[in-house]
């Protein structure tokens, strides 16, 4: 392994650790109920983008359907608790699993399908699960599912005099998503991926079975989301289908990476930091006038940011640091 490679490698990782460490600080010094709320979402779609950027940023398979599996983590959990007893914590990896089987199986027909007919196929099952779950009544159909609160309890993860048990969890989420996407990303699988979404009849000429590196990505990116689901089920307490399987959920998961970078390791990270708070904070002072400047305000950033930059923000921040290298050297006796 080149020795620059592998400097960077240890480089990033040592970055990730040092900012979870600054991020686990700042709620000793946030005290606002409000701004812990806006910094457990951050975290939250900091880590959904970074699962959904694996199938669809590295691998190139643009889904705009992970709503479906962030669904399915929220549903599993809400009823394997509600109805039977069972413990938050089995109940997300039952919905990790479950989502990453389901992921496999409707990958099976659709990876045969190329561009936006693969867009089109994954918001039109995400749309039908959806309309599947609003009529079943063992989820409780359109009213969806009160989840009971017992108290404050790790092992119940319900929280009610304070949000840092969340904001930790959180945290760890993102951090895991990013760790295993720093992982993959220097595997065999991540340059299978990396190869398959820049030529998929080379690689495959190559060697690398499209259609398994394909399925492999889909089940990883659908464990991590699910996961993800089922942590805000526990976080609001209350779900519904349109509250968790809705199609903004698949676009929020979809836009950090997008403006932050997609097929980045930063990228999803970046973007999530500040979308998501801004997309806050706009509704909560701003959209209430009832006029939508709140989507004004962020559709508009959304599109400046990819007309000046279509590489993302990440994209932006090389060219930046390239040019003023240089310059360095230019001046350098």
């Not at 975290?43 to 643009?62: D, K, P, V």
């Not at 464990?223 to 209350?238: H, I, K, P, T």
């Amino acid at each position: 392994m080149d020795k620059n490679f592998a400097a960077r490698r240890r480089h990033e990782l040592m970055l990730a650790a040092a900012l979870a460490a600054v991020a686990a600080m700042v709620p000793l010094f946030v005290k606002d109920v409000y701004v812990q709320n806006i910094m457990v979402l951050t975290l939250m779609y900091a880590a959904l983008s970074q699962s959904w950027n694996i199938l669809s940023g590295y691998c190139g398979q643009i889904s705009l359907g992970h709503a479906l599996y962030f669904g399915i983590g929220a549903y599993t959990t809400a009823l394997l608790f509600t109805k039977f007893g069972v413990l938050p914590w089995f109940g997300m990896l039952g919905g990790g699993a479950i989502s990453a089987l389901i992921a496999m199986a409707l990958g099976y027909p659709c990876f045969r399908l190329r561009g936006h007919y693969f867009v089109i196929a994954t918001i039109v099952i995400a749309e039908t699960a959806l309309l599947l779950f609003q009529n079943w009544d063992f989820a409780g159909a359109a009213l969806g599912i009160d989840i009971p609160v017992h108290g404050d309890s790790w092992l119940t993860f319900q929280f009610l005099r304070s949000k840092l048990p969340y904001f930790y969890f959180a945290l760890a989420l993102a951090c895991v998503a990013w760790f295993v996407t720093w992982w993959l990303e220097d595997s065999k699988w991540g340059y299978w991926w990396r190869a398959v979404k820049d030529n998929p009849e080379a690689a495959e000429s190559l060697g690398v079975v499209v259609f398994n590196s394909k399925m492999g990505a889909a089940a990883v990116s659908a464990f991590l989301v699910a996961v993800g689901g089922s942590f805000y089920a526990q976080f609001v307490s209350y779900i519904d289908p349109e509250s968790v399987m809705g199609f903004q959920f698949s676009l929020l998961m979809a836009l950090p990476a997008v403006v932050g970078g997609i097929g980045t390791l930063w990228g999803p990270l970046l973007g999530a930091v500040i979308l998501i708070p801004l997309t806050e904070l706009t509704r909560s002072f701003i959209g209430g006038s009832g006029r939508g400047v709140d989507l004004i305000v962020y559709g508009s950033l959304i599109v400046l940011i990819s007309l000046a930059r279509p590489q993302g923000l990440v994209g932006l921040f090389a060219q930046v640091k390239r040019q003023f290298a240089r310059r360095r050297k230019a001046v350098a006796p």
